[in-house]
């Protein structure tokens, strides 16, 4: 009835065998019905979602002409090569879940999202998709296993770049890191709004750096400069699983549980300073806030700030938040960023620029903030090399009485947050 009263109107199609749910296949009889009674409409077609099982005679649905098919979805319950080229040459939607396809045949996307293939595309069959594709706009890849370079190693300095201007949004999960890498160093996306990348275990120790290396050069493009100031806010997290990176909407994140004992710093340090060192040269006067979340406070905080000094020299903002579960005395910080480093033989000032810090606590009660906050205030204010410290805020904290006191006479703003103040010599301190 409903083709009927159709005529000629474009249709969306939705077929079931319930496999893909977990459930038991439908009688052969339905699905023939079914196909007998919707085929002869596929020229009629828009948009597609077929969801069958792997051992599913594919061809009664997939091989029909669909001339008129946008969107096409596949959600297979194992997975399968599909061969035989599509006949849908205005497809410009692909979503296939434990499907391969004939992604050579397969060109003019707007949107592709590939998950949990076995069987491709492997690194050559999907650069030649998106080659193919220069109108895409959305990238979604995750948990494709072949990946693997069907490229000679010495060819790859030669490929020329694949450019994308209308790539909004990339999405990567769970994939091999060093094809993925050779990826992302090719694609070229002027306009590209939003990034994300994430890994949940380990392939190798060489390959961190890379990848973070080659993602680096995506989140801190050069149309990043172009944003409102509050967007261009650099937020790293780190702790003993964790690596993230994230400018505006775009972020990398490492999870990799159990880093190699006695490593785990030296990878981390690696990795960050790879990614950093990719951001475009426009982006790094623009960046004036940074901040640095649940990194032990320790060498490890130390190392990352002279790597975000290095690259940001003009921060004006630092934000610190300390790690979960632990108590943290602030001096180890302050100490790091209150005076000259000396290294090389040579003086140099950590982000002589800042003119705010704030300082929070994972946990309430958790940090305690002792007369090196106030020698912070002094010797900037006293420095001819440093801007001086106008706001501090501290959340979740534990300050002496007269510490405060200073402090608010100090600086044009002293924010308290769920602060704990004390009457305790041991925090006391004055700024003359």
Partial sequence: MILVKSKTEPLSIWYDDKTFAGYDSLPEDHITSFVDLVGPSSNRWRALEYRASSSAVHERVLGLPLGNLHRLTILLSGNITYSPALNAPKLTFIHVQRCSLNWLSISGLRFLNIDQNTY????????????????????????????????????????????????????????????????????????????????????????????????????????????????????????????GIRLGDRRIILRRFGWEEGNGRREREASLSAALGRFHPNIRNTIKAVSLEDAPWSEEVAGYLRLIHTHFPEVEELVLTGPEGDDVNVESIVETISWEQKDHSWDEVLFPCMTTLRLYAAQPGSMFCDSSILRIVEGRAESSRMATLKVIGLEGCTIAFDAAETLEQSLQDLRLTNTKVVNSPAFGGSIS
């Fill in 120 to 243: 491709g595309p492997d690194l050559g069959e999907l650069v030649a998709v998106l080659r193919a594709s220069p109108d895409l706009e959305w990238l979604w890849v995750m948990r494709n296993w072949p990946m693997e370079s069907t490229f000679r190693s010495d060819s790859l300095h030669h490929l020329p770049p694949i450019f994308l201007p209308k790539l909004r949004g990339m999405s990567f999960s769970k994939l091999p890191v060093a094809p993925l890498s050779i990826l992302l160093d090719l694609i070229e996306a002027p306009n590209l709004q939003c990034f994300g990348h994430s890994m949940t275990y380990k392939w190798h120790s060489d390959d961190f750096p890379l990848i973070f290396g080659s993602v680096g050069r995506h989140i801190g493009a050069e149309s990043q400069s172009g944003r409102d100031e509050s967007a261009i806010r650099l937020e790293i997290t780190s702790n003993e699983d964790t690596l």
